[in-house]
């Protein structure tokens, strides 16, 4: 928990101050599920945490912490905690080549959003926190990631331990609808979540509510092309994935912004997702399945359903 006492330390210090208290019993008691896996997740952390720390940087693509480690102990401990899904990272010499190139998507949108300096920030469906910690080295006065996979929030807990003076970059484990409806964040992103939502007007209704007036979304989702209509709900699986509820033409997820509130709303990227962006490595334990394998053999603009291939857009837009 010893994230947690910091994430209070700098919560009662800022605007967040009156959700401090309510935001760290829930985390406490998303800990305290009976997961089976938790025993062996604590064991990484602590063996961890028996290593020297250093400082955190931004080394394209990776984050980097330039710390003096045991490598061949901590790639063991960092490999109790797969499948590593976001980064990368790299420790000392030791590369944590996760299935997603992060720093691709961090550069198409980082040149579109205002900037981060002093704001007060959230990272919805932050993964592991490799947004979060860029967030925070961005300038951020909190960068508060939310993830409520219980497994990527010991790898951002791992990554944590091996810094020295961490950064204002936090994860808790908790879904956007425990976040109390109150506008306390400048910036608000949501990457790679929409589309796992059943319902995905009041996801941006949440978000919109969270926000600070003038406050801005970063919106980061997958899309169809218009010559696909104007939505596809897939009957079964996408790409393999089995909870993608609903692909919108971006003129669709325009209109759903306008509705939810938004206004000065732009479509900034475009960018259909490479196996260079997402693929296998060893660090994503033994599925060693990714974009490649879930694509058509013969056609890679279409999934291995016969739905059109992943490609994603990002909107900024205010409240
Ligand atoms: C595809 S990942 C995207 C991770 C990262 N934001 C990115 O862009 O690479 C989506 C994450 O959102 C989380 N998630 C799904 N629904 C959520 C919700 N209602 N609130 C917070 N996180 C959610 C999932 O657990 C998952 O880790």
Redesign the pocket.
Known sequence: MFMLNDFSKQCSKSKLSPLCEQLITASKQAFTVNNGNIPKWEDAISSIKTQAMGALNYAPPYLNIAADIDKVKLEHSLKQLMPWR?GPYQIADLQLDSE?R?DM?WNRAIPHIQSLKGKIVL?????NGY?TYLMALAGAKIALG????LL?NYQFQAIRALINSPPNAFVLP????QIPHEAVFDTV?S???LY??KDHNL?LQQLFSVMTKGGELVL?TLIIDQQYGDQIIPEDRYARMRNVWCLPSTNTLHTWLEQAGFSDIKLVDVTKTTPEEQRATHWIGDNTQSLKDFLDPEDNNLTIEGLPAPKRAIFVCQK
């Not at 990272?123 to 993964?127: I, L, R, T």
């Not at 939310?146 to 996979?149: A, D, G, K, L, Y």
């Open positions: 976001k997603w992060g998507k990272d919805v469906g932050s993964g947004f939310i993830e409520p996979f990527f908790l879904k956007l609808d992103f990457m790679g979540v796992h939502q996801h980061e």
